[in-house]
């Protein structure tokens, strides 16, 4: 699995353009948290390729199945993650490929097939989930347990806080 590393130059460059006010403080914020993201996307995305055959997309919906009541409609799942109905329609295709779910007629309307998940696709998204988050706590090593609530609880905050803007 390819080791996904962040440029220290790139990381003192920005801070000094910060320090020098050539760039303005919200990035001291904004920067690092786009980075972050993307290094740990690409290190989750490798990984449970790797480990197990899926992709992030394939992983969001089995995800979202599985923490809301395993049933859902293809409205429900487009609105939880990320990506276009199209989109939506390849993975659940795969996904059904490989009986990690199944697809049901909604009793209360005959129009649209419900999406489910399968004892199979139950216990392969726990698994990846747990071997993720094991994976991926390694960059948070570097945390107290009280710097650990704390960035929690801020990260918290923001999520709330977009909701508003």
């Known amino acids: 699995m390819k080791k996904n590393r962040v440029n220290s130059d790139l990381i003192t460059n920005f ?34 390729k790797e480990r197990f055959d899926l992709l992030n997309s394939e992983v969001d919906v089995l995800a979202s199945l599985y923490t809301h009541g395993k049933v859902l409609s293809p409205t429900q799942l487009y609105d939880m993650t990320i990506f276009s109905s199209g989109g939506m329609t390849k993975v659940l295709k795969r996904l059904q490929e490989r009986d990690l779910i199944s697809r049901k007629e909604d009793e209360s309307d005959k129009r649209c097939m ?52």
């Open 114 to 165: 419900l999406v489910c998940l399968t004892k199979k696709g139950e216990e392969l998204i726990v698994k990846s989930l747990n071997d993720i988050s094991k994976e991926c706590s390694k960059y948070f090593e570097a945390f107290s347990q009280d710097e650990t609530e704390l960035f929690s609880n801020l990260l918290k905050k923001i999520l709330l806080n977009i909701n508003k803007v």
């Open 15 to 48: 801070y000094d353009k910060v320090e020098a006010k050539e760039l303005p403080e919200i990035f001291l914020m904004t920067f690092p948290i786009a980075l972050i993201h993307k290094t740990i996307f690409s290190h989750s995305e490798s990984f449970l």
